[in-house]
């Protein structure tokens, strides 16, 4: 079992920014795509950003990107998502998830472990 433990959420103004951070304990975490999901109240979990084993490779969903930026660093077995320009649409339960394996992975079915999440609360 893998665990992954999320934290950085909390409540913001609009403009604002946050981080937040996903660690996941052991010494196989640079094994793992990684990815940032989210889910508002009453909508479907969604997509957010993902990041391949390396770094190399990163997705947004349109309506983050120029705005988040996703990364990773597997010295320290977490990755990151950064938070710029927040919107109040961006406020929901932000997930973190992980796949063992390669690619940037961009579907909720495609991961096999998920953090217990950290809510985004960006006020207007």
């Known amino acids: 079992q893998v665990q992954l433990v999320e934290s950085g959420g909390g409540l913001v103004q609009a403009g604002g920014s946050l981080r937040l951070s996903c660690a996941v304990p052991g010494r196989t975490f640079i094994s793992y795509a990684m990815g940032w999901f989210r889910q508002a109240p009453g909508k479907d979990r969604e997509f957010v950003a993902a990041i391949s084993l390396s770094g190399g490779s990163t997705y947004y969903t349109d309506s983050v990107k120029g705005r988040f930026t996703i990364s990773r660093e597997n010295a320290k077995n977490t990755v990151y998502l950064q938070m710029n320009s927040l919107k109040p649409e961006d406020t929901a339960v932000y997930y973190c998830?992980?796949?063992?394996?390669?690619?940037?992975?961009?579907?909720?079915?495609?991961?096999?472990?998920w953090g217990q999440g950290t809510q985004v609360t960006v006020s207007s």
């Open positions: 998830a992980a796949r063992r394996g390669l690619g940037v992975l961009t579907t909720t079915e495609e991961y096999d472990y």
